[in-house]
């Protein structure tokens, strides 16, 4: 995001906030479908509940919009500009929850919004995200696969246990690792169909590893938006994606953020402002998102 700003640049941003918005869409559709029931429902009798709700169905193709525009956002930026964006998802479901659910809102929620932004912008524009298009090899693959793997193992295991609240917080912080990870999927998969074409790509190994990630990250989604409040799931799903993509993103594909004490001071005030932002939002929200009786 140096200086002017480039037709791919302005995609990327257009794409990353359609992504954004068809999150917002899946997780309130789905969280509303998800505990409609009275009986904490486990294993098969959940999934066949699920099935039966026309919103939890509507959410899966929220989900599939959500997964078309993140792909075209990385195709065209780079992950540590994408992903940060995203957390602006939080603010669209503000909107639906006001337009759509017809819930009153704190004040306290819209200045939440408004800090959220105002931290993303200031991220963005002191740190200038730039990266590389090319795909990484093979190898380099290994150790940050591994490592955040191996960091949502350990996020699983500490959701066997504890209050609701714990075991969302936990399932969401794996969903957020899950979610970084794939979007280095997302984007090499992209990559490698922009380069070999759909039929070059069926032979390579992105396009698998993508479409397990994506399996194990709504499975970690899912657990997290039954076992507890979605003001706890969802902040932490949010501020871990974006943290874990701008590592993934420096680490694999070279990322560069501007440099400088003054940048990099700011870019980093500005990511810690949008997370206080998102923590004032998420917890003064309503605690469901059942719509409301209309009042005279």
Known sequence: MHGELTLDQGLAVFFAAATALSNAVAVATQHIASTSSVERLKGWHLV???FRQPLWLFGWVALTGSLIFQALALRFGPMSEVQPILVTELV????????????????LTWVGAIITCA??????????????????????WT?????????????VLAAQRGSPSRRAA??????????ALEATFIKATTDTIASSGFAGALGRWPVYAFAVGG????????????????KVSQPFIVIVDPVVSIVLGVWLYGEKLRGGLLHFGVGGLGLVV???????????APDSMKAELHRL
């Open 143 to 155: 150790m940050p696969v591994l490592a955040s793997l191996a960091a949502a193992a350990v996020f």
């Open 48 to 50: 066949v509940h699920l």
């Open 170 to 179: 936990m399932f969401a912080c794996s969903t957020g690792v899950l979610w």
């Open 119 to 140: 931290g993303l912008v200031s991220f963005l524009g002191a740190t200038s995200p730039s990266g590389r298009a090319n795909v990484p090899t093979t190898s380099s």
């Open 92 to 107: 669209m479901a503000l909107l639906l929850r006001r337009y759509w659910i017809r819930q009153s809102l704190r004040g």
């Open 274 to 284: 949008m997370c206080l932002g998102v923590v004032l939002l998420t917890q003064t």
């Open 215 to 230: 399996v194990l990250g709504l499975f970690a989604e899912q657990a997290a938006l039954h076992v507890g409040p979605l």
